[in-house]
């Protein structure tokens, strides 16, 4: 059975933090990529990744960065953390461009 | 105007009846369309894709596409109370082959 596996379910981090979320997909997909998740504004894209070392801005790259250094690992970066960062963050990955996407079971962040 | 619109819900609909949801899109030459269907506090998870105009039937559920109104459907035929959740609109826009643009999702409650 596929898997898409993010490191915490929960995580609460003060302002000024840096932040780690990790992501492991053991289906050898070439995409991953990571969302953020809003009440009233569905999931929106941060980052994506289609190969090793290989990252793009999605639509609010700013405040994250990525980290792809193995295929089946794709980490996201809080450098400082604000409270504006507070939200449910996705990581999803896919076998190919408009393949169906295999989410993992969310980080909800809180910063305080 | 939103890439991709959907109305917020919630949509209530009785046991047993059909469930009809709705979403347009802004990119006239998007060529691939999702549902993701999300449980509260659970990630996505894909229940139809469409990429051609007209329907597609997957046992109660008909995905129905028209490119030329920008408009796709979600049928849910003989609603049951689990398919009580959100449901994600999701497009693959011309503009950009290597991003999913999602909608903020309608929530759905069948009532027994």
């Known amino acids: 059975d596929v898997k898409v596996t993010q490191s915490s379910r929960y995580l609460v981090k003060r302002t000024g933090e840096k932040v780690f979320l990790e992501c492991v997909q053991d289906m050898d997909h070439e995409n991953m990529f990571w969302y953020r998740q809003d009440p009233g504004l569905g999931l929106r894209l941060i980052y994506f990744s289609y190969d090793v070392k290989m990252k793009e801005k999605g639509d609010i790259p700013e405040g994250y960065s990525v980290s792809r250094e193995k295929k089946e690992r794709f980490s996201l970066i809080l450098e400082s953390a604000s409270t504006n960062q507070t939200s449910m963050y996705l990581c999803?990955?896919?076998?190919?461009?408009?393949?169906?996407?295999?989410f993992g079971s969310g980080t909800q962040l809180s910063v305080l | 105007q939103k890439e991709v619109e959907q109305n917020s819900g919630p949509l209530s609909v009785p046991e047993g009846a059909i469930a009809s949801l709705n979403c347009t899109y802004s990119?006239?030459?998007?060529?691939?369309f999702f549902w993701y269907r999300q449980y509260s506090g659970k990630s996505p998870e894909l229940i139809m894709f469409?990429?051609?105009?007209g329907d597609k039937e997957d046992g109660r559920f008909t995905a129905q596409l028209n490119k030329a109104s920008q408009y796709v459907s979600l049928l849910i035929r003989d609603s049951q109370p689990s398919d009580s959740a959100t449901y994600l609109c999701?497009?693959?826009?011309?503009?950009?082959?290597?991003?999913?643009?999602f909608g903020s999702g309608t929530r759905l409650s069948i009532r027994p």
């Open positions: 999701a497009v693959l826009p011309y503009s950009s082959a290597s991003k999913i643009i």
């Open positions: 469409i990429y051609s105009n």
């Open positions: 990119d006239r030459g998007s060529q691939s």
């Open positions: 999803a990955s896919s076998a190919g461009w408009g393949e169906k996407l295999f």
